[in-house]
Every structure is written in C-alpha cells, then in structure tokens.
C-alpha cells in the first residue's frame, strides 16, 4: 500500500507555498515560488493587483517540485486545500473568469473606507468586528461601485484568493467562514453574510457565495487542475481558510484561552474565544476560527516580517541570507542592546486608524561607542522591539477577552530563531511553545485538507495526528531586567505616538506625491522580448518576470541576423531586441515600428547603428563590465599566486628525484616557497573602473589596504569600494603590489616605463591584466632582471599570444597566461543580469545605467507611437549605413 499525504498550498504577500505532510509520520516537505504584486495604474500608489495566471503557474511549479522530493506518487496525495493570505479580494465573472483580483496591501479604497467608518463605523464594527478599512472587500466593492461599476455589472461572484484556489482546484466556489469574517460584510453574529447591511451598501447579496466551514469537502480534483499540478484526478478538495486562523490550527491553538502569534510578514496575536467578543472600541478584530465553533480576539503588529527583512537588508547586503546573519549576530549582544531601543517592525495596533507605517531607531554614540559591534546590538534592538509589540498587542487582547492564556505559541518565520523565541517567554513572563515547522498556516491547511478527505474525524483529531511541538521555553535569567525595559519601551511608545503621527502625514504627502514618470510603461504592460545573446537561465528568467521571451541563442542556433529584410522579419511582433551579434541597421529599424529598445551585450555596441536608433528615438543600451568579475578573480588570483610563490610551488611535488615520506625534501620546500598574505600589504590600483572597483571589493575582506589613482573617479567613490584615492606616484611608492586597470588610451600609453617602475618598492609585486599598452615591456624586464621587483603576473602581451622564448615569459618569476581574463562560462550570466536590468529600469521609466543615447529618453513612451525622423534625415541616414558584418 502506498504512503498517504495531504497537501496543502499557502498563498501569502511575497510567496506560494506548496506543503506536503505525511499522515503516518507528520514529516513535512514543502517548496516555495516567490511573486510580486504590481502597482494599480490610477491609484496613487495605493492600488496592488494580482497576478492569478501567474500564481496559478508557480504553484504548479512548487506542486510538482515537493512530490519530487517526497518520492510521492500522485494517487499517495489523500486531499488537497489551500489557505490565503486574508483581505484579499476576487471578483469573478459568470463563467468564473477573474475581473478584478488584488492582495491584502491593496488600499485604492481608502476614501471609500473613510468615509463608511464615518457613517456606520460602529454598526458595522459590531456585526463583523473589524473597523471599516481599505483593506476589507466591503470597502473595495464600495470603491468599484463608484469608480469602477461596470465591472460589479458583470460581476456574478466575489471570492477571497483561497476560494478561488479552490475553485480551480475543485470546480466549485464556496466561501470559507473564516475568510468570509474578514471583509466587514460577514454577520458574526449570525454566522453568515450581512446580506441586510449588503443590500443597504448598494451590493446586490447574490454575489456572495454560500458559506462553509474549514474542512468542509467541497469537490473534487478536476482534470484540468490534476495535469497541472501532476496529482490525480478525483482526489479531494476541502475548503482551507484564512492563513492566520490556519496557522493558530497548526500550532494547536484549538481551545478557549490558548494565544497564537504567527510571527511572519505580519504578526497577529491572537486568543482564542468560546464566543463573540469585542473589545467595544474598535481597536482589535474579532472574528472567526477555522474550528468550527470558536472564535479569536486579534491585535497585529502589522508588517513586521516584512519590515525586518527589508532592514536586513540594509545591514547585510552582501549577505546571500541578511535575515539569518542578523538573527545570528543579535544573538551575540546583550539584553537591552547596549542602550538601542527600537520601533520598527513594532506596532500596537489600533484598527481604527489608517496611516504610513513607520518605525524608529533611538541611539547615543555615548551609549554605545563600540562600532565594532554596534551592527549586532541594532539587530538585537529590532528584535526585541518587536518582542515588545507581541507582549503590548497580547496586553490588548487580554483586556478585551478578560481570559487568562492558557498557552502561548509562537509559529511563523521568525520562529526559527530558538534566541528570538526565548527573547519572547522572558518579555512575555510566560512559558512559550514552539511547533517543530515554522510553516504552521500551510500544516493547519493539511489538517484541512485531512479532514475534507475523511483522514480525520475533526479539525482537532487532524492536528493530534499532524503538529508536533519542537521545543519550550520558560522565562529565564532575563525575565526580570526585560520586565524594567518593556516597561520603559512602552511608555516611550505612547509619548512619542503624536510625534509619530505628524511623520507619517508628511511620509504619506510624500508617497503620494511622487508622480510616476511619464515614460513609465503602465501596469499591465509585458513587453515582448527577442533575445538571441547568450544567457543563463536565472537572467532569462528575470525577463520573463517582466515580459514575453522567445530565446534564440545566436551560439546554439549558429545565425546571426545581417539586418535589413531579415531582421525585420525576425522583430516584427517584439518590442525589445537584446542581440549580441545581430547587426542592427538603419533598413531594420526603419521596418520595426514597434521596436522600443535595444540592449546590446557587448561592450561597444558597433553592431548597432546608434545614430539611426537614436533618429528613430530607441534607447540603446550596453553591458559594459560584463566580464569585470571574471577579470577581477583572477586578478586577485595572481597577487596570492605571486604572494604564495604558488606557480614554484605547484611544480615541486611533480619533480623527480624523491621518494614519498622524504622529509629533507620537504623542508627544503618549506624554506624555500614561504610566502607572504594579502594581510596588511598596500595594494594600488590603477583604475578604478568596473574592474578595478570589483578587485578593491575583493581585497578588503583579505584585510588589505587599498590605494587606487584614477582621474576620473571621487574620493568618495572610492571610500564605497574600499580604497583611498591618492596620486600615481605615491601609489607606486607605497604599494607592495601593483595592479593596472586603465583603459588604453593616449594618457596610459606605456605609463609603467621606467621613471614609473623606479618609483616602486624593493620587492614589490607587478599585475597587468588590463591592455599591454600601458606597459613598457623593456622597462618591466629591466626591473625583474635587477631585482628591484619580486614578481610579476601578465595576461596581456603586446604580441599575442607571446614566444615560448620571450624576455618576460621565460622568467621564472613571471606568471604569463594567454589572455584569459575574462574567458569564463559564466559571461552569458553576467551580461543577462546588467541586460535585464536595464530593462527593468526602463519600465520603471527611469533611463538605463548604460543607456547609449540618453537623448532619446525625452518624450519616450512604451505605447505611443515612436519618433520619426524627419524626410531628409532618413535620407542622410540610408546613405551612410554604420554597422556592417565586419564591424
């Protein structure tokens, strides 16, 4: 008999989630896609849609990737469901085709949200326990009714983004009640739509679909559905619920009194009620539980994930994970982080008003001077703030339910910090439980899914079988000095709450202030893309983020077009040519009305005619350092190579003349191939361009210090990189290696002669992997041959490649390689990720780092018509055709 798993899918903020769970053993496998929403066109900023295709697609794509590693066939899937995150609105047509689809940051309905408060905020306030705002579907469809009324005519059904799920999974729309309990129109009270309060909003009730409990079968697995997500046809489908109300189900918060915080992109803390309780002022939300039957009492730290991440970022860019390092970190400083006390990420909720959300960072360098750990103490702080917000938002909710916690559990992201949930049991003063995954709304969903598939008698025996506790943690050693500083963060809260106030009026007439710029390509807008350059699948897929691709690498497909006729033909439906090879001429832009830009993956674009693109007003743009880092490793490369005497040494163990084990042998080698770090050596470079910058990067973590001469770059710009701008002679003169990375040009031409060399310390290093010549080649040997330098390594010859024979190759101090700088696989990948970027820059409307003829950027559109030059510049242009198949 084969293995037996529920499945559940988790759409969220920033990401999907497709979760598997075995029932016998409650291990868990999941994948995750990540997505974004784009910004409503006409909204000011304040509107966000879904994309439903594309979420559709990657949870597909996450569907298929966690069978693969479960080992699962698609008959061992028992059930299906699928939670959301809430406030999410769909509006579907009669034949279910979405007409309007936007996630829970959408606040387009602001003023619609306003202005119902205004008039029956309490009203509405009692019956759904939520205070009216712009993130509820009743305020949305208040916006469409005025704005947008065409699209409630055609409308036949209103849904939230689970339900749809379970559409398209099932076939059939019901509206799950912890859901439905989140748009201001459901009737606690009654258990079911206000379809009073509807009708007097002006709403015809008959869009609300009828309302089922969570794990209530609502169909099966339709055909459709089952091939694109590789699972079995029939199989069934439960309804799933809001993700918060999943994710209490998950930790095993299923009993009156028990508090759940799902610490995530948002932070709900929420107690679980026997009945409907409201806190009388409209501060909290009350709703509905999964579990049939119970309720909850909820006050949110809002953005908090989200929040964090984003500062996470700022602290450790470079890091390939910046929210671990600073989990990592913060756990390295000490309670109270030396005096830093912060609100970001650290709300006290208040439903009842709308406005920015904004956070601060309270410092003394007097307090904290030590800036060798200060990035660990301001980790702490954030984390600790939002410690505080959970203990603040806890307190709410207990003056309101007037119930004694029976339990807390922290689930959610930060979850997975064992020193954060410790941080919390000793500010909460209370023992804090820890569910083994983090992923608790998508386990509370396999629940949901166990019990619509008859797995499971109740939603409670379900989680018996699935959710396991990982760990406990009782208030410790801390408890009482965080008791003092809670204490003192809250009453800094509440003083500076009008402060706060006024900073987010003026945040949010700056927010709204900034228009869009007027060559912005409009929301919906996907350009159709050709591409025939080389590139890797990770940039390819950046494209697609942006557009339609069709990929025809000119290496795979062994053609490249001559322009004219053929390229024409070949660009005739796309509005963005990235070429590598192409000739682009004035016959081809001429027939390409639609082509709005050209992004060409070479360094000098000479296959384009810039002055015929440029008549016909198409940015073109390049990727200049598209082999930099290539060219930068191995820069580096020779400096330890010639530090490390590692050309010698790699040769020794391959000479003959010695037995294994022959010690003598050895020492000799370890006398003679000591070698010197990178550490504390001065290293100038000479050029600071998008090589040289990547090589200075490079060598701060050695703990090298960096010298750079380059007219055209600040001292400032070099600080960014690490490096102190000084004059070519005293670079030469305080540099133990020397490293050229200058253009060819009239300037640098042989600017290391020999008045440049003498100038160089007794037994400095010598690297050249820029343009031979910069470098009088007689002058080098001369400084070899006497001694004056230690070493040098050369990719670049002024004949190349070299004799076997020549002055500097023979040298045994000399590494030479044949120009291989910047001949690595990985350029494709390179020039894809500055190709995509200049697009990306481009839609925003912005001009293109890299753009070639910035001109044209004025009046610029992505869907008016483009310029045309006029008569007698295109025949100026006919005449004199730039690029050619030899150029």
């Not at 970190?329 to 309670?335: F, N, Q, W």
Request: with cysteine; net charge negative.
């Amino acid at each position: 008999m084969g293995k037996s798993f529920l499945m559940a899918f988790d759409l969220g903020g920033g990401s999907g989630r497709c979760l598997l769970a075995d029932v016998d053993t409650g291990t868990t496998f999941s994948a995750k896609r990540n997505w974004s929403h784009p910004v409503a066109p006409d909204t000011a900023g304040l509107g966000f849609d879904l994309d439903l295709g594309d979420m559709w697609n990657k949870l597909g794509e996450a569907c298929r990737q966690v069978m693969l590693e479960a080992g699962a066939e698609a008959e061992d899937v028992r059930g299906v469901a699928a939670c959301s995150m809430r406030n999410t609105t769909v509006l579907l047509d009669g034949d279910g085709n979405p007409l309007f689809a936007v996630p829970n940051q959408d606040a387009r309905a602001l003023g619609s949200a306003l202005m119902l408060a205004g008039e029956r905020g309490m009203e509405v306030y009692e019956a759904g326990g939520h205070w009216p705002s712009p993130l509820f579907t009743g305020a949305r469809l208040l916006w469409l009714r005025d704005n947008a009324p065409q699209l409630l005519e055609q409308a036949a059904r209103v849904a939230s983004l689970s339900d749809w799920v379970g559409l398209r999974l099932g076939g059939v729309l019901l509206a799950e009640r912890s859901q439905s309990s989140e748009t201001l129109l459901f009737d606690q009270r009654a258990d079911d739509w206000d379809r009073d309060l509807i009708a007097s909003l002006g709403m015809d009730p008959a869009l609300f679909p009828e309302t089922v409990d969570a794990g209530t079968r609502i169909g099966a697995l339709t055909a459709p559905a089952a091939e694109h997500l590789g699972l079995a046809p029939g199989t069934p489908v439960a309804a799933g619920g809001a993700d918060t109300q999943c994710g209490l189900l998950g930790m095993g918060c299923t009993g009156e009194g028990m508090v759940g915080i799902s610490a995530g992109t948002s932070m709900p803390v929420q107690q679980v009620t026997a009945s409907y309780v409201l806190d009388g002022e409209g501060r909290l939300w009350s709703g509905r539980h999964v579990v049939p039957g119970l309720y909850l009492v909820e006050s949110n730290g809002m953005i908090t994930g989200t929040v964090l991440e984003w500062f996470a970022r700022i602290l450790y860019p470079d890091s390939s994970d910046p929210l671990a390092a600073l989990f990592t970190e913060a756990a390295a400083s000490e309670p109270g982080a030396a005096g830093i006390y912060s609100t970001l990420g650290a709300r006290v909720f208040d439903a009842r008003t709308t406005s920015v959300l904004l956070g601060n960072l309270t410092m003394s360098h007097m307090v904290t001077p030590d800036v060798s750990s200060f990035r660990a103490h301001v980790g702490r702080a954030l984390l600790e703030g939002i410690a505080y917000s959970a203990r603040a938002n806890l307190d709410q909710v207990q003056a309101a339910t007037r119930l004694e916690p029976t339990g807390v559990w922290v689930g959610g992201g930060m979850s997975k910090s064992s020193a954060w949930t410790g941080m919390v049991a000793d500010i909460l003063g209370r023992k804090v439980g820890v569910p083994s995954s983090p992923e608790v709304s998508a386990l509370g969903t396999a629940v949901c899914a166990g019990v619509g598939a008859g797995l499971f008698r109740d939603l409670g025996e379900g989680v018996g079988r699935l959710s396991r506790l990982e760990r406990e943690h009782e208030p410790g050693a801390h408890c009482e000095k965080y008791q003092g500083l809670y204490a003192g963060w809250r009453q800094a809260v509440e003083m500076r709450a009008e402060c706060d106030a006024h900073m987010a009026n003026l945040m949010a007439m700056a927010m709204i202030s900034r228009a869009p710029a007027a060559s912005e390509a409009p929301a919906a807008f996907r350009p159709r893309i050709l591409v025939t350059a080389s590139m890797d699948e990770e940039a390819l897929d950046e494209l697609r983020e942006m557009g339609e691709v069709n990929y025809s690498s000119w290496r795979e497909s062994r053609n490249v077009f001559g322009g004219g006729d053929d390229l024409v033909k070949a660009l005739r439906d796309f509005e963005v040519f990235v070429t590598e090879m192409d000739i682009v001429d004035f016959e081809a832009l001429k027939g390409l009305p639609d082509l709005k830009m050209i992004i060409c993956c070479r360094v000098n674009a000479v296959n384009v005619d810039l002055e015929a693109a440029t008549a016909f007003g198409v940015p073109v743009a390049n990727t200049p350092g598209r082999n930099a880092d290539a060219v930068a490793d191995l820069t580096v490369a020779l400096m330890v190579m010639l530090a490390r005497n590692l050309a010698q040494a790699a040769s020794f163990l391959k000479e003959g003349g010695f037995e294994a084990g022959d010690m003598a042998r050895m020492g000799e080698a370890y006398l003679a191939y000591q070698g010197k770090e990178l550490w504390r050596k001065t290293v100038g470079l000479v050029g600071l361009g998008s090589v040289g910058e990547r090589v200075a990067r490079r060598l701060v973590p050695f703990g090298a210090r960096v010298l750079f001469y380059d007219p055209a770059v600040g001292a400032g710009e070099g600080a960014l990189a690490g490096a102190e701008k000084v004059s070519f002679n005293e670079l030469l003169e305080r540099s133990d290696f020397v490293s050229l990375h200058a253009p060819a040009i009239e300037a640098t031409e042989n600017m290391m002669d020999r008045a440049a060399f003498s100038l160089m310390k007794e037994g400095a290093f010598f690297i050249n992997t820029a343009r031979p010549s910069l470098v009088d080649d007689g002058a080098l040997a001369e400084a070899l041959e006497s001694g004056r330098l230690a070493g040098a390594a050369l990719d670049v010859f002024t004949v190349e490649p070299p004799g076997s024979d020549d002055r500097l190759v023979v040298r045994e101090n000399v590494i030479a390689t044949p120009h291989v700088g910047g001949n690595t696989v990985e350029i494709g990948a390179h020039q894809g990720e500055i190709a995509a970027r200049q697009l990306r820059m481009l839609l925003r409307g912005e001009a293109p780092e890299h753009v070639l003829n910035p001109e044209v950027m004025e009046g610029f559109s992505w869907t008016g018509s483009r310029r045309e030059p006029p008569p007698g510049e295109l025949e100026r242009l006919a005449a004199n055709p730039k690029p050619s198949m030899t150029s």
